[in-house]
């Protein structure tokens, strides 16, 4: 007669062969969790995230909270227009087309604690590089509480003239600034509100946030939920194989 499946899988080895299969199939299934939380993720600003926020809050000499870029912040700031600057071959969205153009920035000091700071603003863009010289000519040490929104510092590009900078680095800015203060935060903050000059505010895009899938990861813990399954299946089917045996 043959055997059940049951009789013999709860003998003493069997059991102890289900134990171990158990075990890799826990932690397979682990590793499983562990890349499902990598495989979705939030990206974007959330509608609470669009209020603004004091730039304390999201910045600091130690770093940056995670989510500040694209955030709205506030802070009190003095203009620092000796080291002001002109960046090229910035794309603005005007209509429904990217047109390329300059940026103005400059230095400016903000009091975090009892230390005064750089801090690089972005002020405004302008297809016309004349009447970003002029704005920049009429630029004064003035302070203004701004509102802004926090961009992550920017490589290094070079350029052919030395007019005009290629990009907004916060370590080449802090080596070209003529001041003794050097200590830079992290960020530099595109103008939104808090100051009134003649040129086009920055137009920026703040993605609404939304849940991303990373399909790689995705993949990834299909495959370890395929393992932990692999493991029961092969303890079953080393019953049913001496079971097999046993019925001979």
Do not use: C
């Not at 005007?94 to 230095?107: C, K, M, S």
């Amino acid at each position: 007669m043959k055997p059940s499946f049951f009789s013999i899988a709860r003998k003493p080895k069997w059991l102890g062969g289900l134990a171990i299969a158990a075990l890799v199939a826990i932690s397979f299934s682990l590793l499983m969790q562990w890349q499902l939380e990598r495989t979705f993720s939030y990206v974007g600003v959330s509608e609470q995230e669009l209020a603004a926020v004091p730039l304390r809050e999201l910045a600091g000499l130690e770093g940056i909270t995670p989510g500040a870029y694209d955030r709205l912040a506030t802070v009190n700031v003095t203009l620092d227009p000796e080291n002001s600057f002109i960046v090229q071959d910035r794309l603005q969205l005007v209509g429904d087309d990217l047109v390329p153009g300059y940026w103005l920035i400059t230095n400016s000091f903000v009091e975090i604690g009892d230390q005064l700071v750089s801090l690089t603003v972005a002020l405004g863009y302008s297809q016309d590089v004349t009447e970003l010289r002029m704005v920049q000519s009429e630029l004064d040490s003035s302070s203004h509480s701004i509102t802004g929104y926090l961009e992550p510092n920017e490589a290094v590009k070079e350029t052919e003239s030395k007019d005009f900078l290629g990009s907004v680095s916060l370590s080449q800015l802090v080596n070209l600034y003529s001041s003794e203060q050097v200590v830079s935060l992290p960020v530099y903050l595109i103008l939104s509100d808090g100051i009134d000059l003649t040129v086009e505010r920055i137009s920026i895009d703040i993605r609404a946030q939304e849940i991303e899938v990373n399909w790689l990861t995705a993949f990834y813990a299909i495959e370890w939920a395929f393992f932990a399954l692999v493991a029961f299946y092969l303890w079953w089917r080393l019953v049913q194989d001496e079971r097999a045996r046993l019925s001979t």
